[in-house]
């Protein structure tokens, strides 16, 4: 009976720390969240992502070699614009010249006509 529990104890002593090895390791290189495609190809990729605040963001995708930007917050999300190439990076001087209360504006009636039961309010309101 005690050269089995002894057997049983090594045993543990050996699988644990081999567990805990292969778990980190799957965590640390992200292997748990990657899905694997055949020849390697992917065919959606996280161009850039831009936080708006806590829970809002703007996302630029590639899909398929169109550029999808995204708007998206714990509500859902919606579709700002598809282009066929990659915009240019914006300068300073441009985001300095962006009127940032009438672009949210549109981009809040844009939401709300796909989403009418959106609860996206507007501070003006």
């Not at 050269?3 to 992200?30: M, S, T």
Request: with cysteine; net charge positive; charged share 25%.
């Amino acid at each position: 009976m005690d050269a089995e529990i002894l057997k049983a104890a090594v045993r543990i002593i050996i699988a644990l720390p081999l567990v805990a090895a292969l778990a980190y390791f799957l965590i640390r290189h992200g292997l748990a969240r990657r899905t694997f495609l055949p020849g390697g190809r992917r065919r959606m990729r996280l161009v850039e992502q831009i936080p708006l605040g806590p829970k809002t963001s703007l996302s630029l995708v590639e899909v398929g070699g169109r550029y999808i930007l995204l708007a998206h917050s714990e509500n859902g999300f919606c579709v700002v614009r598809e282009m066929d190439e990659l915009p240019g990076p914006v300068t300073q001087r441009e985001l300095e010249a962006v009127n940032w209360k009438d672009l949210l504006g549109n981009l809040r009636k844009t939401y709300r006509k796909r989403n009418p039961e959106s609860r996206i309010q507007n501070p003006e309101e």
